[in-house]
């Protein structure tokens, strides 16, 4: 079991970016806590999708910013979040700040398509990354549904058919798990596993007035 509160998600090379968006109307509470998800979901799902911890700063990067978008208004904000991040200044390779766009731009909307701007000049090789960190990040933006940092822990099993999470709780998480369950369908088809979700609010939080 992962403990949130534990995970780190200070970037300071990222700092100036993040900053600006969030003085501009960037949700800072809801991009952290999607953030400290979607790391946890790597290092949980790591024997699964079996990406390397080169790449992990790609994940990072993409949940602090998949929102940047709303600042345009938020119609079609993911295809937003891809071009603000895709022109940034981020002290990444050009393939890299590619990949970190896109896998902002599918925490919503559609799969990952050959036929998409920037996914199809990628080699074979980064669209699977970009897809398989999407899948994951689709799901930490769900388990975020509300913005009330309902989950305080997450852990994982996985076996030949299913991806279990077992989220730790403040209080009822109804929302979060409808959507979890809905956004998770790209894992699914990703690693051909469904995907299912447990709840627990633990005796201590459910006390709490």
Known sequence: MITLATIDVELPVLRPVFDTACADGMEREHA????RLALA??????????????????????????????????????KRSFRRILTAELP????????????????????????????RDLRPAQRKTVTRLASLLRIADA???????VVTAIDADVTREKVLLRCETRVPA??????????????TEVFHRTLEITWQIPEFAASQP
């Open 174 to 187: 109804e929302q979060e798990h409808v959507v979890a369950l809905e956004k998770g369908k790209l894992l």
């Open 32 to 35: 952290l806590q999607v953030t």
């Open 92 to 119: 990444f390779t050009e393939p890299e700040q590619l990949q970190i766009a896109l896998i902002a731009r599918y925490h919503r909307g559609a799969d990952p398509q050959d036929t998409h701007p920037g996914f």
């Open 41 to 78: 979901l790597f290092d949980l799902l790591q024997p699964l999708h079996k990406c390397d911890e080169g790449q992990r700063p790609l994940l990072h990067v993409a949940a602090l910013l998949h929102d940047i978008g709303l600042l345009d208004g938020p119609d079609r904000h993911h």
């Open 143 to 149: 388990l975020d549904r509300t913005h009330r940092r």
